[in-house]
């Protein structure tokens, strides 16, 4: 028997070896005696949350709150609960649906661990910046809706979780956040009660709110093993986006059609898979998101320029109801166009005026009550309309909503382009001043225009067309390329304006385009350099029809738009061809002793008229000093007696001579530029000699030259229009003192 003592014996010390160990290993790693509690064991110790403990019990995050984690959670107390099932016409605790309950505990729920005094504290790429949070992420998201479709069929669609034209990304459950309102963060900006009280009239501003909910200062912070609790009097239910807003509301279903026309559906295959999985159903599962909008209103992220920029910013709208919405587009956005129009027709002609009309309408910004009159819109311009416009406003789970009795009117619609932009015989004329950029000018309000209004069917006549197909330039003139003449033309029918009141067209005057070429009025007529070309009198002048400074309805515009039935076209005649056309060649014409000398230089081209350094596409004034002129210029030497001197020296005099009188740049004589303009006459060092206009009236015009001499000129012979060049008439003539 004694065999068995030793092993027996053995087996004893290493039982009571064991034991020692593991108290050991418990004392060391085993949970200390001074942690907290988790969550779910804490809220059940406190007595006043059985119902809450009941919908986390019942959405199955009994586990996930009582176990190890960070969770930051705004637990509702009984009273709340009590609030809630009233509210929602809810008989008893017993009669909420795991579908309620999952939505109660998730929307109670945000990421990390965070006493209140971090939540104002924005958690971005670059770490914490201190101050500018007011929202939280929840754990609550929506999956998969039915969306009932114009023809009363339901479509199953997800949220797109980027702004407007942005990728549906699948690892991105599109959260919905938790907005709260504290004395940190609204005094600091001077926002308050009147903030609050606006979305949740029904509730006590108290600097320590959470939606409609107030925290507890008492029951606040509370440390639990996995995360803090901070305790609130109402119940945080999942508000809804401001599409989901929009679905559930008929007075504004006019403001919605018009927004659904951007809506853009994509299936899914990933979503549809994860749907049929858990659900069963086979239908097929498309992302709804928007196009050529500024935001997307069931987005419930914000930029995403940061993965947490959420926390810092949300979206805004105004949305008008069915009333003003019917009013605007009778008065606006159908105004130009056949009765019987459409707004869908409107659309599928030229979405360009639904997207303006939309986007005054959207804030990428929270747009506080108190700001509603100076926050910029996502066109950055401010609302025309008032607080006094209000009919409803609530604070949705991606941004503020506020629901209005009048359209917000969008700059453009004010503006020289907007008259362009809402006609539809004006729609070539629209592409054309959008491909080069010049309608973002043309309805600045600050930035004043008068513009010359081209129709298709003038452009047609002209000879342009435009080709979708042309991918290399859609914009054909005869057949060819045709951007670089559509933008001669369209940039001739612009005329800025500047601090200048608008012209009385009636009377006689000069107007510099934004192309640097000059128009001349008359009488209720137009003329450019191109018409004043043509052959025939009656196609050298062009009538105006019409103007439209704007109406008491509409505003007053930033100028003026013109109607008449043909364009201010360029002359494509050369400078030199141009002096002959003007009788330069006849002895009798002002300019003839000039021209002689210029046609025997180096500069002159006889084939084609070219004048050599004269560039194509740059604007130049040419003086020409009268022949009496040039005769003094023979008698003093700065000329030779002959215009062909075979001599060297006579012939860079003469050169020198005439470049002098080409300045670069335009100035016409119209009371207007003043100051030191660049010729393009060269000293022997190789820089450029310059002339100065000293005096410049509607009536008179004086230029000093290198040596201080001033020459005034002969004005009834001068501003004449050619192809990117003003010719004045001189009385004198200018030296260049080399």
Known sequence: MNIFRLPLCCLLLLLSLGSCR???FDAYYGRPDWLASPIYQQLDSMGDFKNFLYCIELSGYKNTLGSAGFWTVFAPTDAAFATFMQEKGIGSINDINKTIAEKIVRMSMAYDAERLEKLNDYFSQQGWITGYAYRRRSVYYDFVEDETQANGKVRKIISTNRTA??????SDNNNKHLTYFFDTYMGVRGLGAE???TFYPQSTYTGLNIGEAE?????SNILAENGYIHVVNRVLFPAESIDQYLRGK??????????DLFATYTYNADVTHRYNVLTGNTDSVFVKGYTLLNLALNNENYMKEDINDAQTNSFSVTVPNNQAVQDFAKRVLLKYYPSGTTIKDVFYNNSAILTEFLNAHFYQTQLWPSRFESEQNSLAETTKISRGNILEAKLLSNGAFYGVDACQTANVFQSVYGNVLLDPKYNLMQ????????NLTLKIPTLRYMLVMVSDLELSRIGFEYDTYNTSDPIRYNGAAGTPKMRELIQNQIIPLGSESIPDLSGTGLLESYSGEYIKYNNNRLSSSGTLAKTESSEQLVKIDSTNIGTSLSGPLNGIAVYSSRALQSSEVTVGNFLKALGAESTSSPYYKFFNYLVNTSLWSASDGVISGVEVGLNYTMLIPNNDAIDQAIANGDLPSVVNSTSTLDQDKVKRFIQY???RNTFAIDGRKTGTFQT??????GDLQSIVVTLNQTNALQVSDNVGQTVSADVPKSNQLGQRILIHSLNGYLQNGI
């Open 195 to 197: 903030d609050y009280n």
């Open 431 to 438: 592409t054309a001043l959008e491909r080069f950029g010049l």
């Open 22 to 24: 593991k108290d050991a």
């Open 661 to 663: 009188h080409i300045v």
């Open 165 to 170: 034209d942005g990728p549906y990304i699948e």
């Open 250 to 259: 008929t007075e504004y279903s006019a403001f919605k059609d018009i927004v």
């Open 215 to 219: 925290i507890d200062p008492d029951r």
């Open 680 to 685: 393009l006459c060269r000293d022997v060092a």
